[in-house]
């Protein structure tokens, strides 16, 4: 994948699920602790993940 490309998932991947968990008044009717458990794993995977992919866009 190309630099730019790298950064601009790593980016959205970063942004997306941050957005959607404060954003999306349906994830507010789950049990809370589904909640928070998704809340706290989805958004930690993916900003990790959009890390990496940040990382390996500005290394190259």
């Known amino acids: 994948m190309s630099k730019v ?6 980016l959205v991947l970063m942004a997306v699920p941050i957005i959607l968990v404060l954003a999306v008044p349906i994830l507010n009717n789950w ?3 589904a909640l928070e458990f998704l809340k ?3 958004v930690i ?7 990496v992919f940040l990382i390996i866009g500005i290394t190259e």
């Open 5 to 10: 490309a790298n950064i601009l998932l790593g």
């Open 45 to 51: 995977g993916l900003v990790l993940v959009g890390l």
């Open 40 to 42: 706290g794993a989805v």
């Open 31 to 33: 049990g809370l602790a």
